[in-house]
């Protein structure tokens, strides 16, 4: 079973990118935090960055809902790609395809 759960905060959002075949794609980044205490005690976090990439009717829902700072729930699948740079090397990738969201709170209702 490929199937990852992940709650984190939107980072950069892309444009909806539209295809001739109507198919469309959305992709967004979201940042998760780990939190530990060091050996002097010391609250130490750490963020990572994740891919997230929605298509078709995924993709359509989140582009007018989601904005940079919304908590959002993510259920979907490890996707693994390799891309070729601008040097000319092959860089791998790794994308959480969407299967499932939910917006836990949106930036303006976070901080009121």
């Not at 539209?18 to 939190?35: E, H, I, M, P």
């Not at 205490?37 to 750490?46: F, S």
Request: glycine share 6%; aromatic share 10%.
């Amino acid at each position: 079973m490929n199937k990852t759960i992940t709650c984190g905060h939107v980072g950069s959002i892309k444009p909806l990118h539209k295809f001739q075949n109507g198919n469309c794609v959305l992709r967004f980044s979201l940042a998760t935090n780990d939190y530990w205490r060091n050996q002097q005690g010391e609250q130490q976090t750490k963020v990572q960055w994740h891919r997230i990439v929605a298509y078709d009717a995924y993709a359509l829902s989140l582009v007018n809902k989601l904005k940079v700072g919304d908590k959002l729930y993510i259920e979907g699948s490890l996707d693994y790609n390799t891309y070729v740079n601008r040097d000319n090397i092959s860089v791998p990738t790794t994308e959480i395809k969407v299967t499932n969201f939910n917006i836990l709170t949106t930036k303006e209702t976070a901080y009121v």
